[in-house]
């Protein structure tokens, strides 16, 4: 194929070759006004010069004809998957494969589109307008879909320039339940309810009398499940009460209808942070020293804590014949501490207290009763424990992790962490620990230490001998924690370099408020954020942890061998097979963790609908076809006509070519326009001179 075309290139600028041809229509009506018989061949000739000057050629093209394209796009996301809907897909594929190949002169191009990495969902816009931008948009003749039509990228369909086609999947009847949530909490106080709202919907051509009432399942970490009726269709708040901190794994599970397209959509987990809405502290001081200040700043630095500081100023064994009346001094609310609110706090303090007759004996029965129901005691020794005042020759000696022995040992030592304590989160990897090489850095030394003997408790810090100094231990379903010096102080004065005195006494009354991350018997999983991979942490005080038995969401069992990867912590790194919700058992140990959406965003909606693309449809003057109504045959048809019909559907040729060769000849030599131009001239001038030898 050729084509010819004329085209300029002159040898003077445009705006000098008009301005040429503006002075000869001016000489032309000179020579008009004074009636030269040769004005007609005069304005020639200026025009032949004027097109020499504009130097015209013919070019010749060469043209080799292109294929028309057409995007083929088949969309075998997981909705695709549902039944009958992957077949569909292989047939219209297949169909429109055959139709295009018959159509002269058009080439396809496939694309195929998976589900959307982190749950993004059917990117099929995104792989359209991927496709369109490598081909050239002359040769596009259409583009042609095959899909559920739930597409979550709409928004980013391109601007086509051909017809854009839908090959609806799926069947008329089809129908569908599921479970959405609608608002759930990221935190919630322990203790106090927190709601999630949600509700259970159907979609599709619903039979008639499907139930009208749902069973819902709920299931909080694991534990056994309740079920309950709840309406369809109707918004819901489900009030629920966070019972221990960290993750609270909430699973919500409708109960499978017959003939509903799928359950993948029936099922929910919310993973909500329990947290407490504050730490009460009960601090009892027995009488001002260098360390008090310590426990005071390290309490009421932690924006958590709410605490209640006591110290004991008169005791009531001074008589310096000061009246009462004269004091600024107020009383201990001892009734209103350790009877009527005793519950309410999370951790009561002992800091160098004596037993010395304020609190009577049947306050410290409440406190230790305190403690077996879920309390906790922190007990921060001095030289007065090991004395008659001492709170071990109280009913808290029932509780207590060790006894007096009576002896105080001064002199200067380094507190050390014990064998037993490496594998502790309480003293476990605290910065500057004391190593077996001495010339390394350590922590300053204490200059005090209380003897202790009889530990029953967790010793996970070693003092004088490798004495006790740090003892740990539960009573009942509190805690204890009993450390056998009052030098902590020492540290935060930097003495010797100080040490991590802040951070191990944080710890130590965290754990006794039974914070999740200092237990020492757990297990979890850390998951790796946009990915089925997780980390599964055992920390145990034991020396090995057997393999951890997982249990997928397909009630697949799998055995997860376990690596010491520091003392006290067993890890393993493993790939989950599918998003959804695993069960993790170790001894005794469960724990409930959610890989992924356990509703993944290609099960939101099932129901085949050309919706999502019904904007980028008209905009290309396309059409949605549904499959189930048979697959349509393709048809050429012109630019701006319709493009789809009853049983068809239709893509526009665009006659694009490919330019091989272009020939450019001068449509005359320059010798021959300026001889043209001259004879004009000549003949003017003849003619002119003729003319006035008969008028004379």
Do not use: C
């Not at 050629?57 to 028309?68: G, I, W």
């Not at 017809?163 to 990221?186: E, F, K, N, S």
């Not at 130590?508 to 997780?534: F, N, R, V």
């Amino acid at each position: 194929m050729s084509g010819l075309s004329v085209i300029f290139a002159p040898l003077l600028a445009w705006p000098l070759i008009w301005a040429g041809a503006a002075v000869a229509l001016v000489l032309l009506a000179v020579a008009l006004w004074r009636g030269l018989a040769g004005w007609a061949l005069r304005a020639l000739a200026a025009g032949v010069l004027l097109v020499a000057l504009a130097q015209p050629a013919v070019q010749r093209e060469e043209k080799t004809p292109l294929s028309d394209i057409v995007l083929l796009v088949e969309d075998r996301s997981a909705s695709q998957t549902l039944p009958g809907r992957a077949d569909q897909t292989g047939r219209a594929v297949a169909a429109m494969q055959g139709e295009l190949a018959a159509l002269p002169g058009v080439e396809t191009r496939l694309i195929r589109v998976g589900d959307g990495a982190e749950n993004a969902g059917t990117l099929v816009a995104t792989a359209l307008a991927e496709a369109l931008a490598e081909e050239p948009r002359a040769r596009v003749a259409g583009a042609i879909v095959v899909t559920d039509g739930q597409v979550h990228d709409a928004a980013l369909a391109p601007d086509m320039p051909a017809p854009l086609h839908v090959l609806l999947t799926g069947q008329p009847d089809d129908w569908d339940r599921r479970l959405v949530i609608q608002t759930a909490p990221a935190f919630g106080i322990i203790g106090e309810p927190v709601s999630i709202r949600l509700r259970v919907e159907d979609q599709g051509a619903v039979p008639r009398g499907t139930p009208t009432l749902a069973d819902l399942t709920i299931s909080i970490d694991g534990e056994p499940a309740n079920t309950y009726q709840v309406p369809v269709g109707e918004d819901m708040e489900l009030p629920l009460t966070l019972n221990h901190g960290g993750q609270n794994v909430v699973q919500l599970t409708l109960a499978p209808v017959a003939g509903e397209l799928t359950d993948r959509n029936n099922e929910a987990v919310v993973q909500i942070n329990g947290v407490r809405d504050r730490l009460r502290v009960l601090l009892v001081s027995g009488e001002p020293h260098a360390g008090e200040r310590t426990w005071r700043n390290l309490l009421k630095s932690d924006s958590a804590v709410d605490l209640v500081h006591f110290t004991i100023l008169r005791p009531p064994e001074k008589q310096d014949g000061v009246p009462v009346a004269e004091l600024s001094l107020i009383a201990f609310p001892t009734q209103e501490l350790f009877v009527d609110k005793i519950d309410e706090f999370d951790l009561i303090i002992f800091d160098r207290y004596r037993a010395r007759g304020i609190l009577p004996a049947v306050y410290f029965d409440n406190i230790r009763d305190y403690v077996t129901r879920g309390g906790a005691v922190l007990i921060a020794a001095g030289p007065e424990f090991a004395t008659v005042e001492s709170l071990y020759q109280t009913s808290l000696a029932d509780i207590l992790p060790a006894r007096p022995t009576g002896k105080v040992l001064d002199g200067a030592y380094l507190p050390r962490v014990s064998a037993l304590g490496a594998r502790h989160p309480v003293t476990a990897a605290l910065e500057g620990a004391p190593t077996d090489d001495p010339a390394a850095p350590h922590w300053g030394r204490w200059l005090r230490q209380l003897d202790l003997g009889g530990a029953r408790g967790q010793v996970v810090m070693e003092g004088v001998d490798h004495k006790p100094l740090l003892v740990l231990d539960r009573a009942g379903e509190g805690r204890v924690a009993l450390l056998a010096s009052d030098q902590a102080w020492l540290w935060d004065r930097g003495y010797e370099g100080g040490g991590p005195q802040l951070e191990l006494l944080r710890r130590i009354a965290h754990w006794a408020m039974k914070e999740p991350e200092l237990e020492e018997e757990a297990l979890y999983a850390e998951l790796e954020p946009g990915s089925l991979t997780l980390t599964l942490v055992r920390r145990t005080m034991a020396e090995a942890a057997g393999p951890v038995a997982v249990t997928g969401p397909d009630g697949q069992d799998y055995s997860v061998p376990l690596e010491e990867t520091a003392p006290g912590r067993f890890t393993a790194r493993w790939s989950a097979p599918q998003a959804g919700l695993y069960r993790l058992k170790q001894d005794d140990l469960e724990r409930v963790v959610a890989m992924g959406p356990a509703s993944p965003r290609e099960f939101e909606a099932t129901i085949a609908d050309e919706a999502p693309l019904a904007a980028a449809i008209v905009a290309a003057n396309g059409s949605a076809y549904r499959l189930w109504d048979g697959v349509p045959d393709v048809r050429a048809v012109r630019a701006g006509r319709a493009s789809a019909g009853r049983g068809w559907i239709g893509i526009t040729p665009r006659g694009a070519s490919a330019t091989t060769d272009i020939t450019v000849a001068p449509l005359m030599p320059a010798w021959v326009w300026l001889v043209l131009s001259a004879a004009l001239s000549i003949a003017a001038w003849v003619i002119e001179g003729r003319g006035r030898k008969r008028a004379v």
